[in-house]
């Protein structure tokens, strides 16, 4: 850790009785919310929480999560936003370590789900949303070819799959990074044997989701030849969501749920806000009952509150997936540099 971690460290240590048990009674102005560009909230809750806090909320997007974290890292103790949505279990001891957040504890986490509650970073974090990325898999494509979808992590490296699976590069891509780390928590000190293997497989590899979804899968829209493709356990809701009418009764694609990876989207108060009352209000309202009930179809993610009910769609459609794969954080933050490097050698990349 480097002399400012620590310092930031020492300051939130020296900072966190008064912090954490504080309010966000006392917030005004303009509270400014730095997250990622797939953030996006119902229009008519933010109208209400600006209505009911006086508050006058400012959204700053800064690219996906890991260049928004790479700008909050450069900027830990003199930020330019008050509080930051969207670092998620792959990133977050990075900005953690750096000191990017200072200590609050939301009224409302007692109303988390059981095994989110103390997932906190020491106090820095609030988890706000989960999800599962797995392999998703074009039904028609293997119905037609009279062919059995595969079933396991395994399944994918076996000759009767060959050339049919688009992954993203775990260097650029959220979902390609957390595919890596399934196999890293599978596999052990082998995964770059299964690499290799897909390798000669004939996997293919996207520098994006939108890359790799949108444009080699073939249920993407693009004439993609893919048939199957790293995305998230949502995805099948959101192809319903986003059919045009009439909507079809299901989707024509399903998840393989085996080798899912849990990610978890955090939300924390960047130290040297200018506005730390107004990044608290900002974070309770997160996790607010409607806040929460709005996510799955505002950004197909699950709630981090407990109890909050699902639409139907994702009941119906989005499995729940019953063992997902993690490693922990601090794992994550020490072993990444050395997995890209070694990811990167075996794919020739």
Request: with cysteine; charged share 15%.
């Amino acid at each position: 850790m480097g002399v400012k971690a620590l310092l930031a460290a020492g300051i939130a240590t020296a900072a966190a009785l008064s912090a954490c048990g504080g309010t966000a009674e006392s917030a005004s102005g303009t509270v400014r919310l730095l997250t990622h560009e797939s953030f996006v909230l119902s229009q008519s809750l933010i109208d209400d929480f600006q209505a009911r806090t006086g508050l006058v909320l400012e959204v700053v997007t800064a690219g996906d999560a890991g260049s928004m974290v790479a700008g909050a890292i450069l900027a830990a103790g003199a930020p330019t936003a008050d509080v930051l949505f969207g670092v998620d279990n792959t990133l977050r001891s990075r900005a953690v370590g750096a000191g990017v957040f200072a200590p609050y504890a939301s009224s409302a986490a007692d109303a988390l789900r059981p095994e989110l509650r103390d997932d906190t970073a020491g106090g820095l974090l609030t988890p706000v949303d989960f999800g599962d990325v797995c392999v998703n898999i074009d039904d028609g494509f293997f119905a037609s070819a009279g062919l059995a979808p595969p079933s396991t992590l395994e399944d994918l490296a076996s000759p009767e799959y060959r050339d049919l699976l688009v992954v993203e590069d775990p260097g650029t891509s959220s979902p390609g990074l957390a595919f890596l780390l399934s196999t890293v928590a599978r596999y052990g000190d082998q995964w770059p044997d299964y690499w290799r293997r897909l390798a000669a497989n004939g996997v293919t590899v996207a520098g994006s989701w939108t890359d790799a979804y949108m444009g080699d899968f073939t249920k993407g829209g693009g004439g993609g030849d893919r048939p199957l493709v790293v995305s998230y356990a949502t995805s099948p809701p959101a192809e319903i969501v986003y059919a045009s009418d009439p909507k079809p009764e299901r989707p024509s694609t399903s998840v393989m749920p085996d080798g899912c990876y849990r990610q978890v989207e955090y939300a924390g108060v960047l130290a040297g806000a200018s506005n730390p009352a107004g990044a608290q209000a900002v974070l309770d309202w997160l996790l607010s009952p409607e806040v929460q009930a709005d996510l799955p179809l505002s950004m197909f993610v699950l709630p981090a509150r407990d109890g909050v009910a699902l639409p139907d769609v994702f009941t119906r459609f989005a499995p729940a997936i019953a063992n997902p794969l993690q490693i922990a954080a601090d794992e994550v933050a020490a072993g990444v540099p050395d997995w890209l490097a070694e990811w990167g050698a075996v794919m020739g990349r």
